[in-house]
């Protein structure tokens, strides 16, 4: 049943080419850029009208949120809002009718995602649902539900759901902005395209950087801390780096954006201390690059005090390279779509420190692979 991998995690890092492959099937044109949504009771006209999207999600669906709130920004010039499920009911929060809830989540029932559910549709929000569970409970009270393919999941630690998730908002962003004339048909031709080319890129990165992975975990598995970092919609993927980390291999680990460094957590850096940090860019996108560059110095910042760097870099960059003790390689793709490859390399290194240090990957301590209860 684990097809001949060691874990049914290990497995499932796999199957994310096919997972995101899936995820896109019969909702995008590659001839026209158009993309499609399957039937739902939220009109083209509501999110026309919309004022804004909440999102309310739990620990990995929430970093998928993080990072769709920036698609979704962008693309679609509407304001999202990222709340956890287990804070969103608990600060009266102001919601509209004119505002349209997104509840990501893979099981469909995680009961602080209902609550956060119940809450919007009681303050008269539509609701949609990315959900990985066909008739899952979030789906039977939504309005509409976007369907991750990803398969079933049954390593505790999510993988192919969350880039299924990343896939996801990917398209609702793309269809939201072609609902609202926020993008030229060509542009969306372009992105349609380039979503197209993930899962290869994916396959690359699986073929690629497993033994670098590996040799890594070789060097880093006795580390005390972690520290993961990044700018933008790459820092919700160094919060996914850690909290694989940790729940998998009991290292603590956090996630910080870049820029935050020198308000604080710098303090932590020595010659002891692994600093992943995700430094790519999309050249054809001027803010990547400003962002890139930004990273760079914070990068530096961390090198002069011995940090030891292991970064995420765009393929052919030799700037990082010369500068860190090890760069992991990936594919080049726009800015959007990066984190969906960056999250492969943060996923194995994860799965081979914890497999180093003997712990049960597929099911960590003290936690379940759905949480009903609040
Ligand atoms: C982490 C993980 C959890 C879940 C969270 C939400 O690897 O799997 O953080 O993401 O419990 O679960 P769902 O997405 O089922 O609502």
Redesign the pocket.
């Known amino acids: 049943e684990k097809a001949g991998y060691k874990h049914f995690m290990l497995k499932e890092i796999n199957e994310q080419p096919r997972a995101i492959r899936d995820t896109t099937l019969g909702r995008i044109s590659l001839d026209t850029g158009k993309v499609f949504l399957q039937e739902m009771q939220i009109t083209a006209e509501d999110f026309r009208n919309a004022s804004q999207i909440t999102i309310a ?5 929430w970093h998928a949120g993080l990072a769709g709130k920036f698609m979704i920004e962008r693309l679609a010039r509407l304001p999202v809002e990222v709340d956890y499920a287990s804070e969103y009911r608990y600060r009266d929060p102001i919601a509209d009718p004119r505002a349209i809830g997104l509840l ?7 009961a602080d ?1 209902i609550a956060a559910q119940r809450e919007l549709i009681a303050k008269g929000s539509k609701t949609l649902a990315i959900c990985n569970v066909v008739g899952a409970a979030v789906t039977r009270e939504a309005q509409g539900t976007i369907t991750t393919n990803a398969g079933p999941e049954i390593g ?3 993988t192919k ?1 969350f880039t299924a998730q990343l896939t996801a908002l990917f398209v609702f962003a793309l269809h939201l902005a072609q609902v609202r004339g926020t993008i030229s048909s060509d542009e969306s031709k372009q992105l349609v395209e380039e979503l197209s080319r993930i899962p290869g890129k994916v396959e690359e990165i699986l073929r690629s950087v497993d033994d670098q992975c590996c040799q890594l975990a070789k060097s880093f598995s006795t580390a005390r801390d972690f520290l993961f970092l990044g700018r933008g919609i790459h820092y919700p993927i160094a919060l996914e780096g850690a ?2 980390l940790k ?1 998998i291999s009991y290292i603590h680990a956090e996630g910080y954006p870049a820029g935050e460094m020198k308000h604080g957590p710098n303090a932590l850096i020595d010659e002891t201390l692994p600093v992943v940090c995700i430094a790519t860019k999309d050249p054809n996108d001027p803010s990547s690059v400003l962002k890139y560059e930004k990273t760079l110095s914070n990068i530096q910042e961390v090198t002069a005090r011995s940090g030891r760097v292991i970064a995420i870099a765009i393929e052919g960059d030799d700037t990082i390279s010369q500068l860190v003790e090890h760069t992991i390689h990936i594919p080049q793709a726009p800015e959007l779509l990066l984190p969906v490859l960056e999250v492969v390399p943060l996923q194995l290194l994860a799965y081979h420190i914890a497999v180093r240090r003997g712990c049960d990957v597929d099911q960590p301590r003290n936690l379940a692979k ?2 009903t209860v609040e």
């Open positions: 999600a739990c620990g990995t669906s990501i989540t893979q099981s469909g029932e995680t995602t505790v630690a999510s759901a909290l694989k729940e759905s949480v």
